[in-house]
């Protein structure tokens, strides 16, 4: 086909359907509506005269053609995104975008910003809250921090293990100060207990703490630690909330930790595209980062 006849929209919803192997959050990564990305990926089908995704109920697939297509065109499109990134003028080498999940953000990196100004006063850190994997590149962030239960790596992406992350019970004071006192495990039942998403963490936890069979399903239902951390200082009830995210709370006495019985729930990640290929400021912040959590950059950095 010849370069001036190649359909570049309908190649560019499909490379973004095909990476998130869904027409919704394609639509929504390229502002457009849903309707738009499926009429587009049809006309593309139409014209290659075989289809590339399998549509399920709510749902679609890639069929090996469409895993061959995307294949070729998510190289393309990386490239394509980098030499622009490269042309274009020169930013400032000062700044440095870092897309991290709000609960982290909020929890933890802004209250240690203070200490990465201090020490590179030159470089100007901008804080994008998003849990959502991203595409970096081009007007996007260098840097992800991301906490996973299960995955490792991404797709198209370097990662590099932070901590692991340790949930316990933590009540306000004033909390504790009202009701029966909570002595044991058990005694948290008798407490509104607050949930993120459902309540397998909290199931989690009684079985550690020796309550296999506790029922725990009743309780206010939040879906973002951060949440869950707001509500647990205003007195709403008992959380189970990540260790590096309450650090400030407990030692200025806003929360108290109720039992050292922990609840292991993944780990935190550093994620960039690619780790040598971070700006002089994303490097900085990196080197930085690692160093927070007692890992020696230069295993990472030479």
């Known amino acids: 086909m010849k370069r001036g006849r190649l359909p570049l929209t309908a190649l560019r919803s499909f490379e973004v359907a095909g990476r998130h192997q869904s027409?919704?959050?394609a639509a929504e990564e390229l502002f457009i509506s849903q309707a738009a990305i499926s009429r587009q990926i049809r006309e593309l089908e139409s014209m290659l005269g075989r289809p590339l995704f399998q549509r399920r109920h709510r749902a679609v697939e890639l069929t090996p053609a469409g895993l061959q297509l995307l294949n070729v065109l998510t190289r393309a499109f990386d490239g394509i995104d980098d030499c622009l990134t490269a042309?274009?003028?020169?930013?400032?080498v000062g700044v440095v975008k870092v897309s991290v999940e709000?609960?982290?953000a909020g929890g933890w990196l802004i209250q240690r910003l203070s200490a990465f100004n201090r020490d590179y006063p030159q470089i100007d850190v901008v804080v994008d809250a998003d849990p959502r994997l991203i595409a970096f590149g081009r007007d996007h962030a260098q840097?992800?921090?991301?906490h996973s239960v299960e995955a490792s790596q991404w797709p198209r992406s370097e990662s590099i293990r932070l901590a692991e992350v340790e949930m316990f019970p933590v009540a306000a004071p004033r909390l504790l100060q009202e009701g029966p006192p909570i002595r044991r495990p058990a005694d948290l039942l008798a407490r509104p207990l607050l949930h993120e998403d459902d309540a397998d963490l909290w199931k989690s936890w009684f079985a550690s703490a020796g309550l296999p069979d506790a029922t725990v399903e009743r309780g206010p239902v939040y879906g973002d630690g951060g949440l869950i951390l707001q509500a647990a200082l205003r007195g709403q009830g008992v959380a189970l909330i990540d260790s590096f995210l309450t650090q400030e709370d407990l030692a200025e006495g806003r929360l108290v930790r109720l039992f050292d019985t922990p609840a292991r729930y993944g780990a935190y990640f550093l994620v960039a595209r690619s780790f040598s290929g971070l700006s002089e400021a994303g490097a900085s912040f990196a080197r930085w980062l690692l160093?927070?959590?007692e890992?020696?950059?230069?295993?990472?950095?030479t």
Request: no cysteine.
């Open 23 to 25: 027409f919704t959050r």
């Open 87 to 92: 042309l274009k003028e020169k930013p400032s």
């Open 102 to 104: 709000s609960a982290f």
């Open 143 to 146: 840097l992800a921090i991301r």
């Open 291 to 293: 160093r927070q959590f």
């Open 295 to 301: 890992i020696d950059p230069e295993s990472y950095f």
